[in-house]
């Protein structure tokens, strides 16, 4: 399964998936997460590793992110740049979805202590930023974007318009 995280405002999701509705947890070959005005930020507490281990305490339609996640094989990022990161948006997505799909306790990994995977699968990312980016906001995007996925691919778009002909 594909996921797809964006912030586009104008992005025609209905001609992407070639159908004429979508529902974010229901699609079997590609979900699309976009805003919708209800994701509440991730407030820290371990919920999901403690209280209900892969799912998210808060519930606003976003909290069976971890459970997604686990059945993905390609992520596909597409975020403007805002310092080298993602938008708050999409830096919002990732942060409800890293913690329930990581189990809790430290291992390393590629010489690094990291929290290793609750679930088998590998999770192919490619991200596409767009924006006015400088070369040290290319450079920290680079980082940020290898660190818990295979990453193939990052783009760079001067604009929110280049992008949509992606």
């Not at 405002?9 to 805003?35: C, M």
């Not at 509440?40 to 909290?63: A, M």
């Not at 329930?100 to 290793?116: A, D, N, S, V, W």
């Not at 679930?119 to 290319?138: A, D, Q, R």
Request: a positive charge; hydrophobic letters at 30%; charged letters at 25%.
């Amino acid at each position: 399964m594909n996921i797809i995280i964006h912030d586009l405002k104008d992005f025609n999701e209905k001609a992407l998936l070639g159908r004429d509705q979508h529902d974010q947890y229901e699609q079997r070959d590609t979900v699309i997460i976009s805003d919708n005005g209800k994701i509440r930020p991730c407030i820290c507490c371990f919920g999901c590793w403690i209280k209900t281990p892969g799912q998210c305490v808060i519930k606003d339609g976003y909290e069976n992110m971890g459970k997604l996640w686990s059945k993905c094989d390609r992520l596909i990022i597409i975020s403007q740049c805002c310092y080298g990161g993602y938008s708050p948006f999409v830096k919002n997505v990732l942060d409800r979805s890293v913690c329930p799909y990581q189990l809790p306790y430290f291992t390393k990994i590629k010489g690094e202590m990291r929290h290793p995977k609750r679930y088998k699968n590998n999770i192919e990312l490619s991200i596409h930023f767009y924006g006015k980016i400088s070369e040290n906001e290319k450079e920290t995007a680079r980082m940020l974007g290898n660190k818990f996925f295979t990453l193939s691919l990052i783009n760079f778009y001067d604009s929110f318009e280049a992008i949509k002909e992606v």
